[in-house]
């Protein structure tokens, strides 16, 4: 099978309070609020209060975006769909004037961000909820199964 492509690693949906889980290099998609944007290195800081106690912030690198994205989706209060790579950092500057960090901040260098418009977000977090409970019913029902395709998916990666 080598030589083989496969296409790209699809994102895995998850919340923005998880992103503090995910390993450097793994492929995410979530979605945030825009708190503050930084000009100086291209950085937005998103948060999503889900759970409601979560306090996790986003610093998500957009600079080989800029020429696709508007200054609307830059705008405080506006919400992102944000597809990236969990990376090992970031400057700070995007976190100027802010208290130091008693939460988890995680970096993501985007390679897509798109508005999500006028989103239910009440209805937004249900439905991921109940995704996620249907994949932890599946990996209980068939956890074998699926532990042996995504080792043999994993090892067509590493040998395309």
């Known amino acids: 099978m080598s030589g083989t492509n496969l296409g790209p690693v699809p994102a895995r949906l998850v919340f923005l309070s998880e ?8 492929k995410v998609r979530f979605l945030g609020c825009v708190m503050r944007y930084s000009i100086e290195d291209a950085t937005l ?4 209060q889900y759970p409601v106690q979560s306090s996790s912030a986003a610093l998500v ?12 989706d830059l705008q405080v209060g506006e919400w992102l769909n ?5 990376s090992i950092s970031s400057t700070d500057a995007a976190l100027k004037n802010e208290r ?8 993501v260098q985007a390679i897509a961000v798109w508005t999500a418009g006028a989103i ?22 068939w956890p074998a199964r699926l532990q042996i395709e995504e080792r043999s998916l ?7």
Not at 45 to 48: A, D, E, S, T
Not at 120 to 141: A, D, I, N
């Open 61 to 72: 690198n957009i600079f080989i975006l800029l020429d696709t994205v508007s200054a609307s």
């Open 120 to 141: 239910k977000l009440g209805e937004y977090e249900k439905v991921l909820e109940e995704r996620r409970e249907v994949e932890r019913r599946l990996m209980t029902r």
């Open 19 to 26: 992103l503090h889980k995910a390993a450097v290099g793994d």
């Open 82 to 86: 944000v597809i990236g790579y969990v």
């Open 100 to 107: 130091p960090a008693t939460s988890p901040r995680v970096y």
């Open 45 to 48: 800081v998103l948060r999503h």
């Open 154 to 160: 994993a090892q067509l990666e590493r040998s395309a």
